[in-house]
Every structure is written in structure tokens, then in C-alpha cells.
């Protein structure tokens, strides 16, 4: 079965950048989306087929997907953002998501 | 505004059943595709089903096939999993969501225990 990886926890300071990767065999052949988690809260789509935003979602966040490897990025980073995140895949009529990546922001 | 509000969640014996319920609003739900999504204490998204719009295909995680069935009445706005031969790794907060891959809607959850 397909199987995405991503790194158990990140941490970056405020103001700077903050990348979460996901990894899986030929991603960049797939469409990637990514989703915030906040603690007590239903997950949010931030990013959906490799770079879009949905309406409402900061430019701060962007991604992007080659190789095997699809990136968050969270460019000037809010204490606001600190948050689970986890990436999304389709493979063989099966919906795949990563582990999950504790963002910490201190 | 898009609304989806699950409900049915609760404590139940192993090998027992339920069916979760997820009332829709604000879009045309015989329009999208809808899935189910869990998440076990403390633990990641796995993603549980989807079915189409029209209900004609439906999508399981390994995990779930065979005792799980999703289904959905358009007429009513609602979707359904109904559950079965329930075991204790079920016990999870169930979210139901809009779409098949990109989910841009999703509720508030309904938590099933599975416990004796």
C-alpha cells in the first residue's frame, strides 16, 4: 500500500521559514494537499493540488511537489500557525495521509 | 455556508454496530463526492471512505473493508457509514468531509468508543 512520510515535528523561530515535507514513491506524479490541525479543532485545507490556497488561507503558506517529495512552506511564520500538519495523496482509488508533523513555532 | 454535522458517535461493545449519520448544508451535495475520516486518540488522520456523488462508487481503507458501508441519500442531504463487527482500534473521532481527495469542508467529528 502507497504510504507518505513526514517528519514527527518541526520547529522554526517567529518571522522565519518554515518547510514540512512529505515523502512518498513518485509524488510528484500525484496531487498533494496539506492540512492545518489545531488542537481540539477539525483539520483545515491549506493547500490543495500541489500550490493552490482555498479563499481564506494566508499567502503565507505554499507548496509545491516533484521528485518524490511535496513541501509546505510557511513563509514569515505566526505563533498562530503552530499546529499539526498533515499531507494528503491519492493512489489506486485510495486516499493516503502522512503521518503528521507537530509545527512548533518558539 | 457549508455546514456538516455528524452525529450517532458513542460507546459500544466490541463485535457490536453503528451507523454515523453526517447531515449536509449549503452546497449542492449530490454534486461532490463525500468521505469519512478518523482520527484515533492521540493519533494522525486515517482516511476510513468516500463515495461519489451520485453514490455509484464507493472508496474503503483496507482496515475497514467488509465491515464498513457508506452510502448516502441526496434526497435528505446525508451521508452514512454504518459500521460493523466494530473492534477496539475503531475508537476514533469520525469526521465526515466534503470531497474525495481535496477535503475543504469538514465537521465537527462524533467519537466512537468501542469498549466492553
Known amino acids: 500500500s502507497y504510504e507518505l512520510t513526514q517528519p514527527p515535528s518541526v520547529s522554526v523561530s517567529p518571522g522565519q521559514t518554515a518547510n514540512i515535507t512529505c515523502s512518498g514513491d513518485k509524488l510528484g506524479d500525484k496531487y498533494a494537499c496539506w492540512y492545518q490541525q489545531k488542537p481540539g479543532q477539525s483539520p483545515v485545507l491549506v493547500i490543495y493540488?500541489?500550490?493552490k490556497r482555498p479563499s481564506g488561507i494566508p499567502e503565507r503558506f505554499s507548496g509545491s511537489n516533484s521528485g518524490n517529495t511535496a513541501t509546505l512552506t510557511i513563509s514569515g511564520t505566526q505563533a498562530m500557525d503552530e499546529a499539526d500538519y498533515y499531507c494528503?495523496?491519492?493512489?489506486?482509488?485510495?486516499?493516503?495521509f502522512g503521518g503528521g508533523t507537530k509545527l512548533t513555532v518558539l | 455556508e457549508v455546514q456538516l454535522l455528524e452525529s450517532g458517535g458513542g460507546l459500544v461493545q466490541p463485535g457490536g454496530s453503528l451507523r454515523l449519520s453526517c447531515a449536509a448544508s449549503g452546497f449542492t451535495f449530490s454534486s461532490y463526492a463525500m468521505s469519512w475520516v478518523r482520527q484515533a486518540p492521540g493519533k494522525g488522520l486515517e482516511w476510513v471512505s468516500s463515495?461519489?456523488?451520485?453514490?455509484?462508487?464507493?472508496y474503503y481503507a483496507d482496515s475497514v473493508t467488509g465491515r464498513f458501508t457508506i452510502s448516502r441519500d441526496n434526497s435528505k442531504n446525508t451521508l452514512y457509514l454504518l459500521m460493523d463487527s466494530l473492534r477496539a482500534e475503531d475508537t476514533a473521532v469520525y469526521y465526515c468531509?466534503?470531497?474525495?481527495?481535496?477535503?475543504?469542508?469538514w465537521g465537527q467529528g462524533t467519537l466512537v468508543t468501542v469498549s466492553s
Open positions: 493540488q500541489d500550490t
Open positions: 494528503q495523496a491519492w493512489d489506486s482509488s485510495t486516499v493516503v
Open positions: 463515495i461519489s456523488g451520485g453514490g455509484g462508487h464507493t
Open positions: 468531509a466534503k470531497g474525495f481527495v481535496d477535503l475543504d469542508y
